[in-house]
């Protein structure tokens, strides 16, 4: 049984648990965004995002929901972050 309100952050190399609000999480760094109700990504770690299935996608085969609301400004900012770490 899942415990309400736990966040599951499931980094590279490990996975934690703990409490927390969602926004407080996405507010911590400019990487980290709101893309779903039940998600927070790190732009910086998405490798591509499929528009017609709403899902962003991972390394290692990992992938997240994106909402149909949110997809268009997940695109802006992960785009966005690309261009600010490596300018051409």
């Known amino acids: 049984m899942e415990i309400a309100h736990k966040i599951r952050l499931i980094a ?7 409490y ?10 400019e990487r980290l965004f709101r893309c ?3 998600f ?8 591509s995002i499929d528009k017609k299935n709403r899902i ?5 085969g990992l992938s997240c ?6 997809q268009k400004e997940t695109i802006e900012k992960m785009e966005s972050l690309r261009q600010r770490e490596f300018p051409n």
């Open 12 to 18: 590279k190399s490990r996975t934690f648990e703990f």
């Open 20 to 29: 927390a609000e969602m926004n407080e999480i996405a507010e911590y760094d």
């Open 36 to 38: 779903h109700r039940a």
């Open 40 to 47: 927070v990504v790190n732009l910086a770690n998405i490798r």
């Open 56 to 60: 962003v996608l991972f390394d290692h």
């Open 65 to 70: 929901s994106v909402s149909r609301r949110l």
